[in-house]
């Protein structure tokens, strides 16, 4: 039952931004927007979160649209390590976190 | 604090026997995840606690699967009797309640043959 559309697939070149895309045009008044990353073979890892506000760490950059039905993850200056598979989910905090199939991108040299 | 740790990191049994699974939270959390990750599936959540208890075991797959949290800072998921088709990485999360990032342990990668 996840709530959110992503590209199965994206290729980004190393050095250059990734912007990875995500519709979630049902989401609710109090769900935020989570993206976390799952590098092969390991645990899925938390990158950001947000409401309604665009926010930014050390890691990544998300813009969340004024109608908030949808948001895209930036990584700035992407680097081979950044391969992986990225999950856009909308919870309410103390919420159960589902993921969907997520976005496979590949950075290439 | 060591992070979220899972043991053991690879289990391979045939079917029929017990396996039991387990994960040890970051000190502090009251929030406990399992999911599952197959190819076919992709990463399921089995079921999640808070406080100690279970709140929604609805991904449970079936009563071969029983998780339980004896203390605060402990969890284990038993499989019985095991099968082929529960092959698969299982992995523990825990967070703070109302927080927002959860943590994710390494894995137990299970094989029944």
């Known amino acids: 039952d996840a709530k959110t559309t992503q590209p199965p697939s994206m290729d980004c070149a190393e050095g250059r931004a990734a912007n990875l895309p995500c519709n979630h045009s049902?989401?609710?008044?109090?769900?935020?927007v989570y993206w976390y990353r799952q590098i092969h073979s390991q645990g899925p890892q938390y990158i950001i979160h947000?409401?309604?506000n665009n926010e930014t760490n050390e890691m990544a950059s998300l813009i969340i649209t004024e109608d908030r039905k949808s948001s895209t993850l930036i990584l700035p200056h992407a680097t081979l390590r950044d391969t992986a598979v990225y999950y856009c989910?909308?919870?309410?905090?103390?919420?159960?976190?589902?993921f969907g199939t997520g976005t496979r991108l590949q950075v290439f040299p | 604090d060591a992070g979220v740790i899972q043991s053991p990191r690879h289990e391979v049994t045939e079917m029929g026997q017990e396996v039991t699974l387990r994960c040890k939270l970051i000190?502090?959390?009251?929030?406990l995840f399992w999911y599952r990750q197959t190819m076919m599936r992709g990463l399921e959540l089995l079921i999640y606690?808070?406080?100690?208890?279970?709140?929604?075991d609805s991904g449970m797959p079936e009563d071969r699967f029983s998780a339980k949290m004896p203390n605060a800072s402990f969890s284990t998921l038993k499989i019985q009797p095991s099968e082929p088709r529960d092959s698969a990485v299982y992995f523990c999360?825990?967070?703070?309640?109302?927080?927002?990032?959860?943590?994710f342990g390494q894995g137990t990668r299970l094989t029944v043959v």
């Open positions: 999360a825990s967070s703070n309640l109302g927080y927002t990032e959860a943590f």
């Open positions: 049902t989401i609710s008044g109090n769900e935020y």
């Open positions: 947000g409401l309604k």
């Open positions: 989910i909308v919870r309410v905090n103390t919420d159960k976190l589902i």
């Open positions: 000190s502090g959390h009251n929030s």
């Open positions: 606690f808070n406080n100690n208890v279970p709140i929604d």
